[in-house]
């Protein structure tokens, strides 16, 4: 009932508030946050924005000017591209990123309806491929394989995910080290070499953002980038005695 309103006539509608915003924007880029809304212009008084719970932007019918633009840490209001609708926020860095919503007022009755919360995460993307290493360089069935994935520095961190033959890594052998710097991470992989890895083991190092989504298409992540290694794998040969007569 929260939703619903009474016109003119005492017959009740709903309303329904929507913010349209990017997830992912790069540094130094432009978001533009709309805010979508079923309700009469002429019953419309007031639009606003905010992060956190902070006012950045304005909307109220009547004033002279109708927009009013408060405080937006890490980035600058494009006044060219913003009105009751939208707010276009330029020079983004990474201290804007955050939790965003927008709340529509209506002017009779006075009643207001916020949106639901979109989360904008301003990165920089990784420069490089990640980095795979190991301790042997052959193996053969019952070795122990240990191997390490370094990403490239990147904002947000990026997270890292094995791929064993194309199938993803069990978490049991998966071990995350801290941050060497702040904006990259390593993770170690240790397993036994068995039969099912001969005669050959592709491993493959997934470094995106966000994480592991349950594919390998890169097209759907906001950064992706991949190593992949292959090893051949000796089979252990059971030589039995025989005694002769």
């Not at 301790?135 to 947000?156: F, H, M, Q, R, W």
């Not at 060497?180 to 993770?187: D, I, L, P, Q, R």
Request: proline residues 5%.
């Amino acid at each position: 009932m929260d939703d619903e309103l009474l016109d003119e006539d005492h017959k009740c509608y709903s309303i329904r508030v929507a913010l349209r915003a990017p997830r992912y924007v790069m540094v130094n880029g432009t978001a533009t946050l709309k805010c979508e809304y079923d309700v009469n212009e002429n019953q419309v008084y007031k639009v606003e924005w905010l992060r956190g719970g902070n006012k950045i932007y304005q909307f109220i019918k009547g004033r002279n000017p109708p927009f009013n633009n408060f405080t937006v840490i890490g980035a600058d209001i494009d006044w060219t591209e913003s009105d009751e609708k939208r707010v276009s926020l330029k020079n983004l860095q990474f201290e804007a990123s955050g939790v965003y919503i927008c709340e529509v007022t209506t002017d009779n009755p006075i009643y207001t309806k916020p949106s639901e919360e979109e989360y904008l995460v301003v990165m920089q993307t990784q420069s490089e491929n990640p980095r795979i290493s190991f301790n042997e360089a052959d193996y053969k069935v019952g070795d122990i394989l240990d191997a390490n994935c370094t990403s490239s520095p990147a904002t947000p961190v990026p997270e890292l995910t094995w791929l064993l033959n194309g199938k993803k890594a069990d978490e049991s052998l998966i071990r995350s080290y801290p941050e060497s710097m702040k904006s990259s991470s390593m993770v170690q992989l240790t397993m036994a070499i068995t039969m099912k890895q001969a005669p050959q083991l592709i491993l493959t190092c997934l470094s995106t953002i966000p994480g592991y989504m349950g594919h390998v298409n890169g097209t759907e992540y906001a950064d992706y980038r991949d190593a992949t290694i292959q090893r051949p794998i000796a089979s252990t040969k059971i030589m039995k005695n025989v005694q002769r007569r």
